[in-house]
């Protein structure tokens, strides 16, 4: 019943942007962490950032921080992952992810949506 579907990815060039979206449903998540996770091929996973209920709590991973924003709509139920500034090495299939619980381990995940970037 609980679902995270990604959307917005696609072929960028280096230099561009992308805006990605999360939209949730089976569950509200306003109150728990949402974040980011991210998979090249032949590579693990990594996480790319996260938000708890507050903008003021966000967490970006070195790779990504002053590029990504991410930023949440809790009436929507939806958390969004702006990407700036594209390089190749953020090419990836793009993950929604989602705490169970307030303080849990990231419990839900969505399919992922494609992110390539070309030079």
């Known amino acids: 019943q609980v679902q995270l579907v990604e959307s917005g990815g696609g072929l960028v060039q280096a230099g561009g942007s992308l805006r990605l979206s999360c939209a949730a449903s089976?569950?509200?998540?306003?109150?728990?962490?949402m974040g980011w996770f991210r998979r090249a091929p032949g590579k693990e996973r990594e996480f790319v950032g996260s938000?708890?209920?507050?903008?003021?709590?966000?967490v970006y991973s070195d790779a990504v921080k002053g590029r990504f924003t991410i930023s949440r709509d809790h009436a929507k139920n939806m958390v969004f992952l702006q990407m700036n500034s594209l390089k190749p090495e953020d090419t990836a299939v793009y993950y929604c992810?989602?705490?169970?619980?307030?303080?849990?381990?990231?419990?839900?995940w969505g399919q992922g949506t494609q992110v390539t970037v070309s030079s």
């Open positions: 938000m708890r209920w507050s903008a003021a709590v966000a």
């Open positions: 089976g569950r509200t998540f306003s109150r728990v962490t």
């Open positions: 992810a989602a705490e169970g619980s307030v303080g849990s381990t990231w419990t839900y």
